[in-house]
Every structure is written in C-alpha cells, then in structure tokens.
C-alpha cells in the first residue's frame, strides 16, 4: 500500500508553499564581483555572490517562494537595477528597485 501523504495534507501542494529555482543574469563583462541583493535575503549586499560566466554575464540560480520579490544587482559595490527585470517597485525607503513574480 502506498502512502499518500498529500492527501492528509491538502496544502502539501499549495503555490503559496512552492519554491522555484529562479535564475538571475547581470551583464557586467568588465565587474570584479556582482552580488544579488533583495528581500529574501534582508538586502544583505555580500550574500548571494554571482559566478562569472564565459560571455562576461554573471549568474545565480536562487530558489525562490511564490509571490513578488524585490531585488539588485551590486556591481563591484554599486546598486544597480536590473534591466531585464519584470518591472521596478520602491523598497521599504522609497527607493527604486528591481521586481521578479515567481508562480
């Protein structure tokens, strides 16, 4: 007999609850370091380093939870707006910012 978890739990599968591996790329072929900041990881500057690809691209694959997330790229140390981005909000200062929706 096979257990069914998902049926004693009926949010097993819920999209709130769904994490997705999302894949940011900065063009910045002549950066030292890029770095991804956002709200899902406190706008922490250092934490989320980018690797560096071949074609002078960095990028980061980030598991990220259903819902708007609001992010930067920090080139050598510099925000930066992403220009690919799904769109642009303001952060909890009132500054502008990078969106991406994840579902």
């Not at 956002?38 to 691209?57: E, H, T, V």
């Not at 980061?60 to 642009?88: N, S, W």
Request: with cysteine.
């Amino acid at each position: 007999m096979h257990s069914h978890s998902f049926l004693r739990n009926p949010d097993r599968y819920s999209t709130k609850k769904t994490i997705k591996p999302i894949g940011f790329i900065c063009w910045a072929p002549d950066a030292k370091g890029v770095c991804l900041a956002g709200d899902f990881n406190d706008w922490d500057l250092a934490s989320n380093q980018m690797k560096r690809m071949p074609d002078g691209a960095w990028r980061l694959d980030l598991p990220l939870a259903h819902g708007h997330h609001h992010y930067m790229f920090v080139i050598d140390g510099k925000p930066t707006l992403d220009p690919r981005a799904q769109g642009t909000a303001r952060d909890h200062r009132g500054e502008k910012v990078s969106l991406v929706f994840v579902s």
